[in-house]
């Protein structure tokens, strides 16, 4: 299974990017899929994830309202809209994805992909 993360790069406080996240490999099969981030001297944290049997969504607290996850099942892809960035939203973003309902429930991912960053200048 292969997670490919983009859409990330520089941008100024208040600004936007879309992160996407395709997944591909034999038989890929999830019951969701979803974000983390890692800022630079910070453990990695919990952004998003959507579940892929109804669509249900959970986002980290303090960037409710500013972030929105989505995804496009025949492409087998998550989004992360990401609004009114601060500079504290600078981090590399990993995207994930979950194999059975029960890891989704608990967020307990089994994929990672690859990191995309996210750099909010000021």
């Known amino acids: 299974v292969q997670l490919q993360a983009s859409g990330g790069g520089l941008v100024q406080a208040g600004g936007s990017l879309r992160l996407s996240c395709a997944a591909s490999g034999r038989t890929f099969s999830s019951a969701g899929m979803g974000w983390f981030r890692q800022a630079p001297g910070k453990e990695r944290e919990f952004v998003a994830r959507i579940s892929a049997s109804d669509g249900s969504g959970y986002i980290l607290n303090h960037v409710k309202g500013r972030f929105t996850i989505s995804r496009d099942d025949a492409k087998n892809t998550v989004y992360l809209q990401m609004d009114s960035l601060k500079l504290e939203d600078t981090a590399v973003y990993y995207c994930?994805?979950?194999?059975?309902?029960?890891?989704?429930?608990?967020?307990?991912?089994?994929?990672w992909g690859q990191g995309t960053l996210v750099t909010v200048s000021s």
């Open positions: 994930a994805a979950y194999s059975t309902q029960e890891r989704f429930d608990r967020n307990e991912n089994d994929y």
